[in-house]
């Protein structure tokens, strides 16, 4: 008999997306016409085809690997220089940011870098999270142990939990006085679809300095940003590279979802300590793991997400990024007709509805699924700070968005 690692058992029932899944399964076998009509503005997963450079690039990888002279087995751990350059080139260094192509980590997505970090990291930090948040940040440290078991209130002894409430505008203020040793922030935000500013985010900069903290910052939707002046990266900060570790993904701007790709920044100014007191680099102890437990993205992708960086990729994902905030613009304004509360879809593509009075947001979930079949993400699901409202994803076709729209007109709210 083996032993299991018991802080699994503190987890509840399942992530939200399966309880999604089956309360929606559940509709689809009461009602079977009703399943059919179901639209899904659930979790954020892209509808659109692939950028056309991308699948070319895919299919020159795969050609290259038919032939004996341009065949590939492994690949470096962290990633074929040639993405790496090309990353830290246009995502940083054009734009006067120092990141090194060797501080380029690149993996299968941001979901499994957010959780994996923590593995470099020692028992015991304390944890600072959003709330409403990412539900991958506060799981993950409840698997590392960094938790005590589940509150009678719904959170976890342990974490430090930051509202993000209309009142802040969904942008947490640094603590006053309490002491986070690990923050992790998000922006543009999932779920709640707010920006930060670039004040804002220096004062998150500031407050890790002064207490030697690290901040995980995740820009997974950073390509949704639509003002110049909002920081699209936290090394924009100075000081951000002794303090911040930064991540990237491919899924939400190139629609690689299910061609997983993306990468950590990871700079080598970023330091923690042994219990000891002795200073060690992150960026060695990640290479370390990087190292041991992978044998890189394959190269195939690689070449794909470097193909997004060329001035036609460039194009074809900026007419990805317009049509899914085309998307949010629509779905805004239909809540709003409604009289619904809307917050977000600008800089993101998530709207953060808020529940109408005396609806909390299971409540309101089930209301859409059965009156309009749209599903969309309760708020409860990303935290206690998330009752009272929805998320409603962007990612989807116009025709449904459009669709979407037209079936909340006829809700009586
Ligand atoms: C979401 O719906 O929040 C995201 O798609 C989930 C993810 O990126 O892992």
Known sequence: MVFINEHYLKLPGGYIFPEIARRVDALGRADPAAAQRIIHCGIGDVTEPLPLVAVSALNAAAAELSRRETFRGYGPAVGYGFLQECISRHDFRERGLQIDASEIFVSDGAKGDCGDILEILGPGNHVAVADPVYPVYVDTNVMAGNTTALCTDGGYGGLMYLPCTPENDFVPAPPKSEKAELIYLCYPNNPTGAMISREQLSEWVEYAMANDSIILYDVAYQAYISEPDLPRSIYEIPDARSCAIEFHSFSKNGGFTGVRCGYTVCPRSVTGRTREGRRVGLHELWTRRFQ??????????????????????????????????????????????????????????????????????????ERLLEEANVVVIPGAGFGRCGEGFVRISAFNTRQNVEEVVRRLAGMKM
């Open 292 to 365: 041991t437990r992978s044998n890189g993205v394959s190269y195939v992708v690689q070449r794909a997400a470097e193909a997004l960086y060329t001035p036609d990729g460039q194009k074809q994902v900026a007419a990805l990024i317009e049509h899914y905030l085309g998307n949010a613009r629509i779905l805004r304004e239909g809540c709003r007709r409604l009289g619904l509360t809307v917050y977000g879809g600008v800089h993101a593509p998530y709207v953060w509805v808020a529940c109408p009075e005396g609806v909390d947001s299971w409540g309101l979930f």
